[in-house]
């Protein structure tokens, strides 16, 4: 299929692709600036030079016929309405979101927040001091959410607001990222590397090193506290016991690990896990890890050349509760191929018998830069709806008392879904939190980390690392001078 949009104002043409992908991720879309309308099957006429003044109309059109038309007015859009960009872009969004859920009788039940964080939206109303049913009304009237998805969105501020607003700018959070993997997972788009040799790694390593010791200095000379660290990746866990004492022992020269309020490191796959490695974390002050099966079903495992086994999952969690940890988070992602609803149910029934404090519920996006993205067409499809599996998911979490707590969604995820953090009472990710709701500086380290620098207006500027490991080990110092010439500028 291909439809076609006639505009005047190229700046909508980014959003308005954003919301035709919640309907179609498939057909082609052409942006029109001159209007020959005879020429097309099926098109969207939209009337936006007058939107400086306030006002916009939107039309669908199918063989010549008017099949629906509608109009607003940015009067309409409160939550948005001090930026001025955004308030005209809300106002298409939903206009185009209302044609074309006519044309394809379907109803997002995200409505027209096609972004990665919808939460942002409901902070920024209760931030303005709305009311509840205020805030209520707008979310499902203006931006189209469902009675469901604003009621998860709610409950998620609920936890995370006692984070949001307190001294916030004095903090930062230092990610640190890992590019090496056993193997790549088809499902993975992250920057990583699966052969490798081990010098390499003490190599990379090395910059490393050199890379958290200048970012912590910077951090300290304008005066922000660190607030949680986290070990991403990649598998951090394929460090070795001395690379991983090396890289406390530099952030530890700066910073007092006892006085961090939460370390994290993704242990991650459970055929990378033992007790020396354990052992060190607990050592060197890591309170919350990650053991993350994916699914509990050997068969998928193999198929997403996941290398570990199901046995290995539970010897990784038993041996981490030996040792000590408390706050262990297992992920787990939905509609991976040919797994139906029983697959999914054996999967949650082994994984809140284990009782994990921490339960991530992704659902699969189809990311470029995966393998699996290449090769879909020779993997099983999923016999049930995925809407159906996620709220298995969801009751095995809620039934055993997991509570959401934060939640993102990205491009090209299935069934329009989203990714659901759980966690047991008072044992949230602090830092997971502040990531997705974009609250403090996060300062990050290692091949192709992105750095997000809080300004004064309250926005942030992102900085991305070299994403070639030769290029980062090479050019250290230009990443290095990147970040200190935004954290440091004057004002």
Request: charge should be negative; include cysteine; aromatic fraction near 10%.
């Given at each position: 299929m291909l439809m076609n949009f006639y505009l005047s104002n190229s700046e909508f043409e980014f959003d308005i692709r954003n919301i035709f992908r919640i309907f179609d991720l498939n057909s082609k879309m052409i942006f029109k600036y001159t209007f020959k309308a005879d020429e097309d099957e099926l098109y969207i006429i939209i009337n936006d030079q007058n939107i400086d003044d306030g006002y916009a109309s939107v039309s669908l059109h199918k063989?010549?016929?008017?099949?629906?038309?509608?109009?607003?007015?940015?009067?309409?859009?409160?939550?948005?309405?001090?930026?001025?960009?955004?308030?005209?872009?809300?106002?298409?969004?939903?206009?185009?979101?209302?044609?074309?859920?006519?044309?394809?009788?379907?109803?997002?039940?995200?409505?027209?927040?096609?972004?990665?964080?919808?939460?942002?939206?409901?902070?920024?109303?209760?931030?303005?001091?709305?009311?509840?049913?205020?805030?209520?009304?707008?979310?499902?009237?203006?931006?189209?959410?469902?009675?469901?998805k604003f009621d998860l969105l709610d409950d998620i501020y609920n936890i995370q607001k006692k984070y949001i607003g307190i001294d916030n700018d004095s903090f930062y959070n230092l990610y640190i990222g890992i590019p090496f993997c056993p193997t790549k997972c088809t499902y993975c788009s992250f920057i990583s590397f699966a052969r490798y040799e081990k010098h390499l790694v003490d190599e990379y390593v090395e910059i490393l090193m050199k890379?958290?010791?200048?970012?912590?200095?910077?951090?300290?000379?304008?005066?922000?506290?660190?607030?949680?660290?986290?070990?991403?990746?990649?598998?951090?866990?394929?460090?070795?016991?001395?690379?991983?004492?090396?890289?406390?022992?530099?952030?530890?020269?700066?910073?007092?690990?006892?006085?961090?309020?939460?370390?994290?490191?993704?242990?991650?796959?459970?055929?990378?896990?033992?007790?020396?490695?354990?052992?060190?974390?607990?050592?060197?002050?890591?309170?919350?890890?990650?053991?993350?099966?994916?699914?509990?079903k050997q068969s998928t495992l193999d198929l997403v050349k996941r290398n570990h086994t199901v046995e290995d999952v539970y010897r990784a969690y038993d041996l981490a509760k030996t040792v000590g940890f408390d706050s262990i988070n297992m992920d787990l992602i939905l509609g991976l191929p040919g797994e139906n609803k029983s697959d999914v149910e054996n999967t949650m029934k082994s994984i809140v018998e284990m009782n994990?404090?921490?339960?991530?519920?992704?659902?699969?996006?189809?990311?470029?830069?995966?393998?699996?993205?290449?090769?879909?067409?020779?993997?099983?499809?999923?016999?049930?709806?995925?809407?159906?599996?996620?709220?298995?998911?969801?009751?095995?979490?809620?039934?055993?008392?997991?509570?959401?707590?934060?939640?993102?969604?990205?491009?090209?995820?299935?069934?329009?879904l989203e990714n659901i953090g759980y966690c047991k009472a008072n044992k949230e990710s602090i830092y997971n939190i502040i990531i997705i709701e974009e609250i403090e500086t996060i300062l990050a380290c290692g091949v192709g980390a992105a750095s997000k620098i809080l300004l004064p207006n309250g926005k942030h500027k992102r900085i991305s690392n070299y994403k070639s490991l030769t290029d980062y080990m090479d050019k250290i110092n230009l990443n290095i001078e990147e970040k200190r010439d935004v954290l440091l500028a004057e004002g």
């Open positions: 063989d010549g016929v008017e099949l629906f038309a509608q109009e607003g007015r940015t009067s309409d859009i409160e939550i948005e309405k001090t930026d001025e960009k955004k308030h005209k872009k809300v106002l298409i969004k939903k206009l185009v979101y209302e044609c074309l859920s006519v044309y394809y009788d379907y109803k997002s039940s995200y409505g027209i927040l096609s972004g990665i964080r919808p939460g942002k939206l409901l902070t920024q109303a209760h931030m303005f001091g709305l009311s509840e049913n205020k805030v209520m009304n707008i979310m499902k009237e203006t931006y189209g959410v469902s009675d469901e890379d958290v010791e200048q970012t912590i200095i910077m951090a300290r000379l304008k005066g922000l506290k660190l607030h949680t660290v986290y070990f991403g990746g990649g598998t951090p866990s394929v460090l070795s016991v001395r690379n991983i004492y090396d890289i406390f022992d530099k952030i530890s020269q700066y910073e007092n690990i006892d006085d961090v309020t939460e370390v994290n490191f993704e242990a991650g796959r459970a055929d990378t896990i033992n007790k020396e490695l354990l052992e060190c974390l607990k050592d060197i002050g890591v309170d919350r890890i990650c053991i993350n099966p994916q699914t509990m994990p404090e921490n339960i991530t519920i992704h659902t699969l996006a189809y990311k470029k830069g995966s393998k699996l993205y290449d090769l879909l067409k020779s993997f099983p499809e999923n016999e049930n709806s995925l809407v159906d599996v996620a709220e298995v998911a969801k009751n095995y979490c809620i039934d055993n008392d997991y509570m959401a707590y934060y939640m993102y969604r990205q491009k090209r995820i299935k069934d329009n």
